[in-house]
C-alpha cells in the first residue's frame, strides 16, 4: 500500500428523501442533461458538484424514446459529474489506481485503524503514553485542509487561500483572532510552511494533529508559546510535532502492521462488489484496454485484488472464475507517483510466483499476464502506443493521481471522490435549508428593488445577515465540525477548486461506469458567469440611446408608463428603447463578399495622401466557413473532418489554385 504520501509536492499546483426535497433540487440543478441507456436505469449527469446556482433554467427533452429520460437527482449516487467534455468512444487505454479506486476500504473503520497505528508508533518514538487513550472521531476531518505548521492550526481556505475555517486542536479560532494570525484572513500556499492533506490516506494524519495540539495546549505540564508547547528547557515546536506525524504515518504505511493487519480481517475493511469484474470486462469488451497503475507492492497487489475478484463466476455468472490479472492488459505495481509522471525509476519486471523483482532493466515490450515495477510514464506511453488524450486514468489522488497526469501527460482524468455519498445526503436531506436560504436572498434583494443611487436612507439589513448566518452555519453542520469538503457557505474550497481544474469526471465511484454505454458523450454543461446566470436570454440587449433629444424622449415615455424612474419593466422599456434609438445608430458596413482584400477609399487632400491612399491595402477578417474554434476539448481529429472542416488534401489543393 506505498500510497504516496509525498504531498508536500500539491503545494506547487498554484505556484505554477421526499417529493419536497426532489422539487427543491431542481430549482438548483443547472442544465439536467439527457442520457440513454438501454438497459439500466438512467444515469444522471449533472453540472459539477451539486452547488447552489443562481440559474434555474431546465433543459427538457422532446424525444418520446422510453429509454432517454431528462437528468433529474433521482440516481445521484449512480452519477458521474462532468466538469469538461469527455467522450468515451476516443478513450483507448483505461487506467485504474488500486488504492480507494478498485479497492475501495470502508470507512470509518479503516481509519481507526491507521489512527491506532500511529498512535503506538508516536510512543514508541518517545511520545507521551496518555495519547493513547485518544479515540478517532471521523465526523471531524475532512479532506483539503492546509496544516499551517508555523501556528500549529488546521485551515480550511478556499481557491485562493482566503482561510474559510480556523482550528487550533479542537478550538474554533474567532474572526478578529484569525485577523491577528493571518493578515487579512489570507495565508500564501508555501511548502515550506504549509502542508496540504489532501488524500483520503491523510483522514487518520488530520485527527490525529489536532489531537496533539489540543493535548498540549490543555496540558497541565506543558506551557504554550506562540509557535510551539514548552517544558522545562525543552520546545516543541508544531513543526517539529509535524514532521513527527509524518515520519511515524510514513513507516505505519511502509514498515509498519497497516498491510498485515488490513489483508488478515479483508472484509472488515475492504469493500467487496461482484460488479467490479463486470464493469472492467465490459470495457474490453468495448475495445479498449485496461492497466492497473499503483504505488503498492506487488504482494500487497495481489492479496488485494485476488479477494475484490473472488468470485465462483467471472464477469458474469455464467462464466468461469478468472485470476484477477486477466483483467488487464498491463499491470505495473511500485510505481511511485507522481515521480512516475516525471522521471520515473527503473522498470524492472516481477516474479509473480516469489513477489521479488528479476534483474536488469526491462526494455520492452509489455506483455499480458506479466507484472511490472517502476518505470516511468514517457517510457510505458510508448510502449502501449498512446497519446495523452487516448488515456483516462481513473485514481482518487488528486495530486498523485490526477493532477501530474493531467498537467504533464494530458491524460483525461477520473476522480474517485468516495466522500460524494455523504455530501449528496445532505443536498437532498437538508434541502429546506437551501430554499431557505434561497428566499432569504430574495428578501434581502427586496430591501434594495426601489432603491438607486439618490437614496438617503439605507435599509435596515441586520437582522437579514444574522439569519444568512445562521442558516448557512445550519447547512455546513449537517455535513460535520468542519463542513463540506466542497464548499464554506456560498465559497469552494481549495479542494473543490482542485476537482474543477483537474478533474475532467468525478463520481464516488468507478463501478457507476456500469450505467452509461461505452460510447457515451459526457457533455459538460456551460459555467455560467454571474452576468449569464442571473440574465435571461429574452432580456434582449439594445444599444445606449444617444444624448440629445432621443434620449430626453427615451427618459420621458418611462416615467409617463411607469410612474417614477426608478422602478420599470425591463421588456417595455426595451422595446422603447429599440423604437427611440432606430435610426440613430449607422449600420456597420457589409464585408466583402469574397476573401479579397478590400481597399477602403478616404478622402485626399493632396498628390501624397492620394499615394499613399492608393498603395496601402486595409483588409478586413472572413468569418470562417467551416469549424476552426474548440467549443469541446474532446473533439477528435475525425470527428473534425466529418464536420465539414478544411483537410489536408483540400488545403493543398486550394494553396495550388492560390
Known amino acids: 500500500m506505498q500510497h504516496d504520501n509525498n504531498n508536500n509536492n500539491v503545494n506547487n499546483i498554484n505556484n505554477n428523501s421526499s417529493e419536497e426535497n426532489l422539487n427543491c433540487h431542481n430549482r438548483n440543478l443547472q442544465n439536467p442533461l439527457t442520457t440513454t441507456e438501454p438497459h439500466q436505469e438512467a444515469a444522471t449527469d449533472v453540472l459539477l458538484l451539486p452547488l447552489p446556482s443562481n440559474n434555474s433554467n431546465n433543459f427538457s427533452s422532446n424525444n418520446t424514446n422510453n429509454n432517454t429520460r431528462r437528468i433529474t437527482m433521482q440516481q445521484p449516487l449512480n452519477s458521474v459529474f462532468v466538469n469538461r467534455s469527455l467522450h468515451l468512444e476516443n478513450i483507448k487505454y483505461y487506467g485504474f489506481d488500486m488504492d480507494y479506486t478498485l479497492a475501495e476500504y470502508k470507512s470509518p473503520q479503516y481509519e481507526q485503524l491507521g489512527f491506532n497505528l500511529v498512535k503506538e508508533r508516536l510512543v514508541n518514538m518517545g511520545y507521551p503514553k496518555e495519547i493513547l487513550q485518544f479515540e478517532y472521531d471521523p465526523t471531524f476531518p475532512v479532506r483539503g485542509l492546509w496544516f499551517d505548521t508555523l501556528y500549529g492550526n488546521l485551515l480550511k481556505v478556499d481557491a485562493y487561500g482566503n482561510i474559510l475555517v480556523c482550528v487550533h486542536g479542537f478550538e474554533f479560532i474567532k474572526h478578529h483572532q484569525v485577523y491577528e494570525l493571518y493578515p487579512n484572513k489570507f495565508l500564501k500556499l508555501d511548502e515550506s510552511r504549509v502542508y496540504v492533506l489532501n488524500t483520503l490516506f491523510n483522514l487518520p494524519e488530520t485527527y490525529l494533529l489536532a489531537c496533539l495540539v489540543d493535548f498540549f495546549t490543555n496540558s497541565s505540564d506543558f506551557v504554550r508559546v506562540e509557535r510551539g508547547i514548552k517544558a522545562g528547557d525543552f520546545l516543541f515546536t508544531y513543526k517539529s510535532i509535524f514532521q513527527d506525524v509524518r515520519r511515524a504515518v510514513d513507516w505505519v504505511h511502509s514498515d509498519g502492521d497497516l498491510k498485515r493487519r488490513t489483508t488478515q480481517n479483508m472484509a472488515y475493511y475492504v469493500k467487496k462488489d461482484k460488479r467490479l469484474p463486470t464493469v472492467l470486462s465490459r470495457i ?47 499491470i505495473v505495481v511500485d510505481a511511485r507517483k507522481p515521480l512516475f509522471f516525471d522521471e520515473g525509476t527503473v522498470l524492472r519486471q516481477v516474479d509473480t510466483k516469489t513477489g521479488g523483482l528479476k534483474i536488469g532493466t526491462h526494455i520492452g515490450p509489455l506483455q499480458p499476464g506479466q507484472v511490472y515495477s517502476g518505470g516511468s510514464c514517457e517510457l510505458f506511453t510508448k510502449f502501449i ?243 476552426t474554434h474548440t467549443h469541446d476539448e474532446d473533439y477528435s481529429e475525425e470527428e473534425e473532418a466529418g464536420s465539414g472542416a478544411e483537410s489536408a488534401t483540400d488545403k493543398q489543393q486550394r494553396d495550388a489554385s492560390d
Open 385 to 627: 502506443n498512446a497519446k495523452g488524450k487516448d488515456v483516462l486514468y481513473v485514481g482518487d489522488h488528486i495530486f498523485g493521481d490526477i493532477l501530474k497526469s493531467k498537467k504533464i501527460r494530458g491524460w483525461r482524468t477520473f476522480l474517485i471522490v468516495p466522500e460524494l455519498v455523504r455530501e449528496l445526503h445532505v443536498w437532498t436531506d437538508e434541502c429546506q435549508l437551501f430554499a431557505e436560504l434561497q428566499n432569504l436572498d430574495i428578501k434581502l434583494g427586496d430591501l434594495y428593488r426601489d432603491l438607486d443611487s439618490s437614496a438617503k436612507v439605507k435599509p435596515d439589513i441586520s437582522q437579514l445577515r444574522t439569519c444568512i448566518r445562521d442558516v448557512t452555519h445550519k447547512m455546513d453542520m449537517s455535513y460535520g465540525m468542519m463542513g463540506s469538503l466542497f464548499r464554506s457557505g456560498s465559497r469552494q474550497t481549495f479542494f473543490s477548486s482542485q476537482v474543477v481544474r483537474y478533474a475532467d469526471v468525478y463520481a464516488a465511484t468507478l463501478l457507476n461506469l456500469i450505467y452509461y454505454p461505452f460510447s457515451y458523450m459526457f457533455r459538460a454543461p456551460a459555467m455560467l458567469l454571474p452576468h449569464e446566470s442571473t440574465v435571461a436570454h429574452d432580456q434582449a440587449h439594445q444599444p445606449p440611446p444617444p444624448p440629445g433629444a432621443e434620449a430626453s424622449s427615451l427618459s420621458s415615455a418611462v416615467a409617463a408608463e411607469d410612474g417614477s424612474a426608478s422602478s420599470f419593466s425591463l421588456s417595455s422599456t426595451a422595446s422603447k428603447l429599440s423604437s427611440a434609438v432606430k435610426g440613430s445608430v449607422e449600420e456597420p458596413p457589409l464585408p466583402p463578399s469574397n476573401n479579397t482584400a478590400a481597399t477602403v477609399t478616404t478622402p485626399v487632400k493632396d498628390g501624397k495622401d492620394l499615394h499613399r491612399a492608393s498603395s496601402i491595402v486595409h483588409t478586413r477578417p472572413s468569418t470562417p466557413t467551416v469549424v
Open 284 to 330: 474490453r469488451e468495448s475495445g479498449a484496454k485496461l492497466f492497473m497503475l499503483t504505488n503498492s507492492d506487488y504482494t500487497y497487489t495481489n492479496e488485494i485484488m485476488s479477494y475484490l475478484f473472488d468470485f465462483p463466476h467471472g464477469a458474469d455468472a455464467d462464466e468461469p472464475h478468472r485470476d484477477w490479472k486477466t483483467y488487464f492488459d498491463v
